[in-house]
Structures are given as structure tokens and as C-alpha cells.
């Protein structure tokens, strides 16, 4: 079984930066995909981006141009840069890695976005 730990979340003020990691418990060469997504009270899990085998990486609108996915294959991390923070981004940021018709999930870690 595939564990991913995330960290790096916390509070930040409106404009700030915070860069989350994802640490898998075994090689991240076999995933097909890595990505990371996003959950506020009362709201659906949302898309964040995603990373590929080849470093070639996918985002939605929301995140375009504020956040960057990268990963470290020796180290079996992938990271979630975010810059210029709204308050609409606070929420809970999870990590997924998929291999075969396996998706594994990390635990979450809370990102605050407030004055």
C-alpha cells in the first residue's frame, strides 16, 4: 500500500506564498500521474494540477499563474508552490498518486489564507 504524507501547510496572509510537499513511501516512477487537489467546508474536492512521468504538468484556471508543481524523483516528493494567496484558496490540500486503477491519497494538510 502507497502512503503520501503531505506537509508545509499553515496560516499566510492574503499574498503570501506557502509550497506544500507530498512524500510517497515508495518510488513515484511507477505513478502515471501525481496531483494535488483542494477541499473547503461544504464544497466538492477540487482539481488543483497535476504532474506526469516526463515533468510535464496540467493546471486548472484557478491556479494558472500562481501555482507550480514540480517533483523530485530521488526523493519520491512532489511539491505544490502557491504564490499571490486569496482567502478562496484556503482548504484543506490533498496529494493523489495514480498507478493502475489504484488511486492512493495523502491525509491532508490545512491551508489557511486570512488577515
Known amino acids: 500500500q502507497v502512503k503520501l504524507v503531505e506537509s508545509g501547510g499553515g496560516l499566510v496572509q492574503p499574498g503570501g506564498s506557502l509550497r506544500l510537499s507530498c512524500a510517497a513511501s515508495e518510488s513515484i516512477f511507477g505513478f502515471q500521474v501525481m496531483a494535488w487537489y483542494r477541499q473547503s467546508p461544504g464544497k466538492e474536492r477540487e482539481w488543483v494540477g497535476a504532474?506526469?512521468?516526463?515533468?510535464?504538468?496540467d493546471y486548472p484556471d484557478s491556479a494558472k499563474g500562481r501555482f507550480t508543481i514540480s517533483k523530485d524523483n530521488r526523493k519520491n516528493m512532489m511539491y505544490l508552490q502557491m504564490n499571490s494567496l486569496k482567502s478562496e484558496d484556503t482548504a484543506v490540500y490533498y496529494c493523489?498518486?495514480?498507478?493502475?486503477?489504484?488511486?492512493?491519497w495523502g491525509q491532508g494538510t490545512q491551508v489557511t489564507v486570512s488577515q
Open positions: 493523489k498518486a495514480a498507478r493502475g486503477f489504484a488511486d492512493f
Open positions: 504532474i506526469r512521468p516526463n515533468g510535464l504538468t
